[in-house]
């Protein structure tokens, strides 16, 4: 059973920093591209970054300067490292990846991230 499990979220004042992982298990991610996501209440989930078998990453504007999506193939884990955080930045993030040889989406449950005084 594939499963992505993330952890790393909380409760942060604006400015502050956080670091989400997220682990999977019961497949090999390292040919898939990884992404964090993410939904705030009441809006659409939107995609904040991804990282690809080759290491090539892309941020959503939003986010870009101020988060860090990085992998452990060894681990088979990617993280995402948030500074410069703000109060907009609060949702739940979600882990996510494609597998194109199945056609599967693969979603963790999320983490809560909350930017406030």
């Known amino acids: 059973q594939v499963q992505l499990v993330e952890s790393g979220g909380g409760l942060v004042q604006p400015g502050g920093s956080l670091r989400l992982s997220c682990v999977a298990s019961g497949y090999d991610f390292k040919f898939l591209r990884m992404d964090w996501y993410r939904q705030a209440s009441g809006k659409q989930r939107e995609l904040v970054a991804s990282i690809s078998s080759d290491l090539t990453t892309n941020y959503s504007d939003s986010v870009k300067g101020r988060f860090t999506i990085s992998r452990s193939n060894a681990l088979n884990s990617v993280y995402l490292q948030m500074s410069s955080l703000r109060p907009e930045d609060t949702a739940v993030y979600y882990c996510?990846?494609?597998?194109?040889?199945?056609?599967?989406?693969?979603w963790g449950e999320g983490t809560p991230v909350t930017v406030s005084e």
């Open positions: 996510h990846s494609y597998n194109p040889l199945y056609a599967l989406d693969y």
